[in-house]
């Protein structure tokens, strides 16, 4: 029997916030990484009625396979490195590699918050979105650039994720909300998609705008 897919990033969203419950006067934000995460909070903070802001992460790719993750930096956390793979490089590439993501992720806090005044997240319940969650390295350095602010609930919100990561981080957000659980991962997050395709920083800036209250 093969895998039902969601048809996009905006339907997963739709659906996702259905699931998620909160009291009357609870101090929501919804935060969201980019790219890809951006339009599935998006849908959830329209359909809660609560702000939509962003944590920027950047993957680390291995030398010789730059697809296959084996670290991730958020904007002000200390970067989070699969030390297994880490260890055996030269830790002079390692240095540049995180000076790059620095150096990408300063750019998108300048093209993404050019006119997005950022929330303050300190004593907050916030729901962390991504549109899906692979490796996990991504989402562990965001997760730590979140708990760095000191809300005061952290919800991990995603369509899909492996059973091996829920195990893996249950135990660093108060709840993990998701679609599908699968045993048996397909391998890649646009799998789980009929359309996935990748996101232009325009894009996620008009989503962005568009979610202001004014």
Known sequence: MSEMKF???TEAGMLLAKELTFEP???VVVIALPRGGVPVGAEIAKALHVPLDMVITWK???PDNP??????????AEPFLNLHETNVLSEEWLTQEVA????????RQEMYFENHARQSIKGKTVILVDDG??????????????????PKKLILAVPVIPKEMVLQLRTKVDEIVALKIPDFYLGAVGAYYEEFHQLSDMEVRQLVYESRPY
């Not at 697809?67 to 002000?76: P, R, V």
């Not at 969650?133 to 000191?150: D, L, N, S």
């Open 7 to 9: 048809y996009d990033r």
């Open 25 to 27: 006067n609870e101090d």
């Open 60 to 62: 680390i790719g291995a």
């Open 67 to 76: 697809e296959y993750a084996i670290g991730a930096i958020a904007e002000n």
């Open 100 to 107: 790059r993501g620095r150096k990408e992720i300063e750019r």
């Open 133 to 150: 969650i692979a490796t996990g390295y991504t989402i562990m350095a965001a997760i730590a650039e979140i708990q760095r602010q000191q």
